[in-house]
T-cell receptor, first 114, second 114 residues
Framework: KAGVTQTPRYLIKTRGQQVTLSCSPI?????VSWYQQTPGQGLQFLFE???????NKGNFPGRFSGRQFSNSRSEMNVSTLERGDSALYLC?????????????FGPGTRLTVL | QQPVQSPQAVILREGEDAVINCSSS?????VHWYRQKHGEAPVFLMI?????EQKGHDKISASFNEKKQQSSLYLTASQLSYSGTYFC???????????????FGAGTQVVVTP
């Protein structure tokens, strides 16, 4: 089975721009969770999507948004980028997003905001 | 609330053993262990569900003490390939805040030397 894929792998943007990141889950997985990883804050939960609906959201400003398509692929968008948004953005897929489900991570998108 | 991992770092010689602890102040439903190598995505190691079970993966095993809300990861007869940062991710007892969300500890850096 193919793993979780994320595109692009690397992005360089300037402050004020917006960015869209893409995540394709493992076939059959319907839940996609997004995390931000930084050296200072570690892995922080952004949000989770299931059946095209956001079911859960972490403590991030409204500039961070996402969506999920009918094939379970997900995108996240960050508008009005700030330098502090520089991070590794990871998506993880699981069968249904239950606490008993294993989350499998993609390789991540490394975002640098200049 | 983030679980607390200890120690922050450990240096081992090949063949030595180590224990990594993960403690939560919340009642937990499951504990997920991952290993991340530099520049790569976290790789799933094992999941432990409430009930105090112990699991193993090659010479890496883990336990979950439900009474203490603590999980321990045991690295036995360490190999060079065990180097990396180990994270525990916890899922709290079921609430509406639970969908697809893992709370991660700050990580334990493990270095195995020849």
């Amino acid at each position: 089975k193919a793993g979780v894929t994320q595109t692009p792998r690397y992005l360089i943007k300037t402050r004020g721009q917006q960015v869209t990141l893409s995540c394709s889950p493992i076939s059959g997985h319907r839940s996609v969770s997004w995390y931000q990883q930084t050296p200072g804050q570690g892995l922080q939960f952004l949000f989770e999507y299931f059946s095209e609906t956001q079911r859960n959201k972490g403590n991030f400003p409204g500039r961070f948004s996402g969506r999920q398509f009918s094939n379970s692929r997900s995108e996240m968008n960050v508008s009005t980028l700030e330098r502090g948004d520089s991070a590794l953005y990871l998506c993880a897929s699981s069968l249904e997003g239950l606490p008993t489900d294993t989350q499998y991570f993609g390789p991540g998108t490394r975002l640098t905001v200049l | 609330q983030q679980p607390v991992q200890s120690p922050q770092a450990v240096i081992l010689r090949e063949g030595e053993d180590a224990v990594i602890n993960c403690s939560s102040s919340k009642a937990l439903y499951s504990v997920h262990w991952y290993r991340q190598k530099h520049g790569e995505a976290p790789v799933f190691l094992m999941i432990l569900l409430k009930g105090g079970e112990q699991k193993g993966h090659d010479k890496i095993s883990a336990s979950f003490n439900e009474k203490k809300q603590q999980s321990s990861l045991y690295l036995t007869a360490s190999q060079l390939s065990y180097s990396g940062t180990y994270f525990c991710g916890t899922a709290a007892i079921w609430t509406t805040d639970s969908w697809g969300k893992l709370q991660f500890g700050a990580g334990t850096q493990v270095v195995v030397t020849p």
